[in-house]
């Protein structure tokens, strides 16, 4: 099974800053990999797509990029509404899907 | 509007059984891949099970294998998750997801619903 690393854990940053957050596959796969977003109390919502397909309705500052084993998620100037949790996904068809653990970005 | 509601969770003991359900409305259900993602309390996302539009076609999750059951009633857009044998590591909130692209098996979850909590203890 595919196994997805994400780093880091917890990131501390303020608004308007660019942050990058990294997972880590245990094994190269095609890149479908997905990034979600996820508030308290509230349900996953889908960001990124095929690892850097922007998903309809998502702001133009979330991007995605990577290929192979290695794949990032870009917030390119942080707004209030970007404090959550983000968890990347992969879906490959040979591969039980997998999430991250997760990275709780906080406001500094 | 593009809708996922899922009901069923509840508490119950070790051992024992529950069927969880999730009512799709908004889209053409028959024609999407369904699955069920878990988080246990204060943890991260766990995929437990997909089930394919065309031919049914089920994948699990080590964890669930042999012991939950996918299925999917097509003239109720509904998509169902029998759990057996349950365990206190199944306790968790399920959610049921849509896959993101017609008729695609391996897909990223574009809808979510809102999630049933299921809890195992004696």
């Known amino acids: 099974d595919i196994q997805m690393t994400q780093s880091p854990s917890t990131l501390s940053a303020s608004v308007g800053d660019r942050v990058t957050i990294t997972c880590r596959a245990s094994?190269?796969?095609?890149?479908?990999l997905a990034w979600y977003q996820q508030k308290p109390g509230k349900a996953p919502k889908l960001l990124i797509y095929?690892?850097?397909s922007l998903e309809s309705g998502v702001p133009s500052r979330f991007s995605g990029s990577g290929s192979g084993t290695e794949f990032t998620l870009t917030i390119s100037s942080l707004h209030p509404d970007d404090f959550a949790t983000y968890y990347c996904?992969?879906?490959?068809?040979?591969?039980?899907?997998?999430f991250g653990q997760g990275t709780k970005l906080e406001i500094k | 509007e593009v809708q996922l509601v899922e009901s069923g969770g509840g508490l119950v003991q070790p051992g024992g059984s529950l069927r969880l359900s999730c009512v799709a409305s908004?889209?053409?259900?028959?024609?999407?891949?369904m699955s069920w993602v878990r988080q246990a309390p204060g943890k991260g996302l766990e995929w437990v099970s997909t089930?394919?539009?065309?031919?049914?076609?089920?994948y699990y999750a080590d964890s669930v294998k042999g012991r939950f059951t996918i299925s999917r009633d097509n003239s109720k857009s509904t998509v169902y998750l029998q759990m057996n044998s349950l365990r206190a590591e199944d306790t968790a909130l399920y959610y049921c997801?849509?896959?993101?692209?017609?008729?695609?098996?391996?897909?990223?979850?574009?809808?979510w619903g809102q999630g049933t909590m299921v809890t195992v203890s004696s």
């Open positions: 908004g889209f053409t259900f028959s024609g999407y891949a």
């Open positions: 094994q190269t796969f095609s890149n479908w």
């Open positions: 997801a849509k896959a993101r692209q017609l008729l695609w098996i391996h897909d990223a979850l574009d809808i």
């Open positions: 095929k690892a850097s």
């Open positions: 996904q992969q879906y490959s068809s040979y591969s039980p899907y997998t």
């Open positions: 089930i394919s539009a065309t031919d049914g076609s089920t």
